[in-house]
């Protein structure tokens, strides 16, 4: 059973527009998510992380929502750039320790120029 | 600045062969991971190492073996390969730390016939 959830396999925005990548979760002990981004024939590369006890974290064009009561995330990037083309997979850990991550599927998000 | 370093970048195995993956980090971590990403499907931890000395099992640990050599080098074996250990093999790294993300290596692409 999926515990982390990207039911957005793909998304397609313009340049300059905002991009919005949603991921929702079950297990109720999570409490420290984080966003990765991932190229081609390249290894996942950390974009932003939230705690539980935020329900936003911002950094440059990069911003996460969290929504706990709803257990959903969303990774917001404004303006889009044609770079930021790739493979977004959220993640999620409890238990105070950041050993075990759970991934989403990811979502693949194309930047039209 | 080499980060996570992964050997090799690419293999292909014959059903019930051996081999040992390698994985080097140069960023003094103390933890260190081992995931595997197939097709449509999140990164799934295989097995981790929370300090020099400890591994314990992930998600999917089946079929595999580790070893942490020392602090820089961790390594999974697949002792006996099966078909379905095709995937694309992720190593990383990270001190420990709630706050702390994890570091990627570029990944391992075994194909096993």
């Known amino acids: 059973d999926q515990q982390v959830k990207q039911n957005s396999p793909s998304l397609s925005v313009q340049e300059g527009r905002i991009s919005i990548l949603n991921c929702d979760y079950t297990n109720s002990m999570f409490d420290y998510f984080l966003w990765y981004k991932k190229y081609p024939a390249e290894g996942p590369t950390f974009l932003i992380s939230?705690?539980?006890?935020?329900d936003k974290n911002e950094d440059g064009r990069f911003t996460v929502f969290l929504n706990k009561s709803a257990k959903h995330l969303s990774l917001h990037i404004v303006p889009s750039q044609p770079g930021d083309s790739a493979v977004y997979f959220c993640?999620?850990?409890?238990?105070?320790?950041?050993?075990?991550?759970?991934f989403g599927k990811g979502t693949l998000l194309t930047v039209n120029p | 600045n080499a980060g996570v370093t992964q050997t090799p970048k690419f293999q292909v195995l014959k059903t019930g062969q051996s081999m040992t993956l390698q994985c080097a980090q140069d960023m003094n971590h103390n933890s260190m991971y081992w995931y595997r990403q197939d097709p449509g499907m999140g990164l799934r931890l295989i097995y981790y190492?929370?300090?020099?000395?400890?591994?314990d099992k992930g998600e999917v640990p089946n079929g595999y073996n580790v070893s942490r050599l020392n602090k820089r080098e961790f390594s999974l074996r697949l002792e006996s390969a099966a078909p379905s250990q095709t995937s694309v093999y992720f190593c990383?790294?990270?001190?420990?730390?709630?706050?702390?993300?994890?570091?990627f290596g570029d990944g391992t692409r075994l194909s096993i016939l």
């Open positions: 990383a790294s990270s001190e420990r730390g709630r706050a702390q993300p994890q570091h």
């Open positions: 993640a999620a850990n409890s238990g105070g320790s950041n050993y075990k991550l759970t």
């Open positions: 190492s929370a300090s020099e000395g400890t591994t």
């Open positions: 939230i705690s539980s006890i935020k």
